[in-house]
């Protein structure tokens, strides 16, 4: 994909996603966590998706104690969730709320990069799972709620890890790339906005356990300095399609 950064001068309002509707998937995780609270405090009304209802509830109490949008809650085990379960779920976003203003898929898993020639098939199944499959289905069932949406963007979050030993995370990666980049040539010119993020290294669980004694762990930066690019890509401002947004710095 053709590489991009936010526009220099964007500096987001303090509603700039008031009365959007977006579905955030990962929603506990490193990502999906404080952009669920950026786009929340931003307006938005987000649906939590994760499969740790524990933590899914913890969230909710989190933002409606902030004040902002009153966000929803959809328990979802990506790994083992169906078809049926993708499709229902779309229907059920479009009975309670009739439109997606924006998807953002931050669910992730490392999976264990290894020699190809020692990789595990349970592993490699199960990273394709979450990381590709899911996305794939989700994207499918939720491409109807965001066409009824006047200005809507799906936002993949992806990865530069390449070459030895990244086995399914990096094969999951470049399939999400291309699907990003197939969704972006068929929409063109609509009101779907279809791009990726590639954040670099950030201090995440995924990064900390892909890199367990890496020096620059500790100076790292964390999510939440990535927060003005994600609102920027939910913002009715994004007039790009068919980019991997890359941080400013």
Same mark, same amino acid.
């Given at each position: 994909?053709?590489?991009?950064?936010?526009? @220099?001068?964007?500096?987001?309002?303090?509603?700039?996603?008031?009365?959007?509707?977006?579905?955030? &998937?990962?929603?506990? %995780?490193? /990502?999906?966590?404080?952009?669920?609270?950026?786009?929340?405090?931003?307006?938005?009304? $987000?649906?939590?998706? %994760?499969?740790? $209802?524990?933590?899914? *509830?913890?969230?909710?109490?989190?933002?409606?104690?902030?004040?902002?949008?009153?966000?929803?809650? /959809?328990?979802?085990?990506?790994?083992?969730?169906?078809?049926?379960?993708?499709?229902?779920?779309?229907?059920? #976003?479009?009975?309670?709320?009739?439109?997606?203003?924006?998807?953002?898929?931050?669910?992730? @898993?490392?999976?264990?990069?290894?020699?190809?020639?020692?990789?595990?098939? *349970? @592993?490699?199944?199960?990273?394709?799972?979450?990381?590709?499959?899911?996305?794939?289905?989700?994207?499918?069932?939720?491409?109807?709620?965001?066409?009824?949406?006047?200005?809507?963007?799906?936002?993949?979050? &992806?990865?530069?890890?390449?070459?030895?030993?990244?086995?399914?995370?990096? $094969?999951?990666?470049?399939? #999400?790339?291309?699907?990003?980049?197939?969704?972006?040539?068929?929409?063109?010119?609509?009101?779907?906005?279809?791009?990726? #993020?590639?954040? %670099?290294?950030?201090?995440?669980?995924?990064?900390?356990?892909?890199?367990?004694?890496?020096?620059?762990?500790?100076?790292?930066?964390?999510?939440?300095?990535?927060?003005?690019?994600?609102?920027?890509?939910?913002?009715?401002?994004?007039?790009?399609?068919?980019?991997?947004?890359?941080?400013?710095?």
């Amino acid at each position: 994909m053709r590489t991009a950064h936010i526009p @220099t001068e964007f500096s987001p309002a303090a509603e700039s996603l008031q009365d959007k509707i977006i579905l955030v &998937t990962g929603a506990t %995780g490193g /990502y999906g966590k404080t952009m669920s609270l950026a786009f929340a405090s931003a307006g938005a009304t $987000v649906i939590l998706l %994760g499969k740790n $209802v524990r933590l899914l *509830e913890n969230l909710y109490d989190e933002i409606e104690a902030a004040g902002y949008p009153m966000p929803a809650i /959809y328990p979802l085990n990506l790994e083992g969730a169906t078809e049926k379960d993708y499709y229902e779920m779309g229907e059920n #976003i479009a009975k309670e709320f009739g439109r997606l203003d924006g998807l953002l898929h931050a669910a992730v @898993t490392l999976g264990a990069p290894t020699p190809f020639e020692h990789s595990d098939s *349970e @592993t490699w199944y199960q990273v394709m799972q979450i990381n590709l499959h899911g996305p794939y289905l989700l994207t499918k069932y939720c491409i109807p709620l965001l066409k009824q949406s006047a200005h809507a963007s799906l936002l993949f979050m &992806t990865d530069d890890k390449l070459g030895a030993y990244w086995d399914a995370y990096a $094969v999951s990666k470049q399939g #999400i790339n291309g699907l990003a980049q197939t969704l972006a040539a068929e929409y063109e010119g609509s009101n779907l906005y279809v791009n990726a #993020i590639n954040p %670099g290294p950030t201090k995440t669980a995924l990064h900390i356990r892909a890199y367990p004694a890496a020096p620059s762990n500790d100076s790292l930066p964390i999510p939440e300095r990535h927060r003005n690019m994600f609102l920027y890509m939910m913002s009715d401002e994004l007039d790009q399609s068919g980019y991997c947004f890359l941080p400013l710095i």
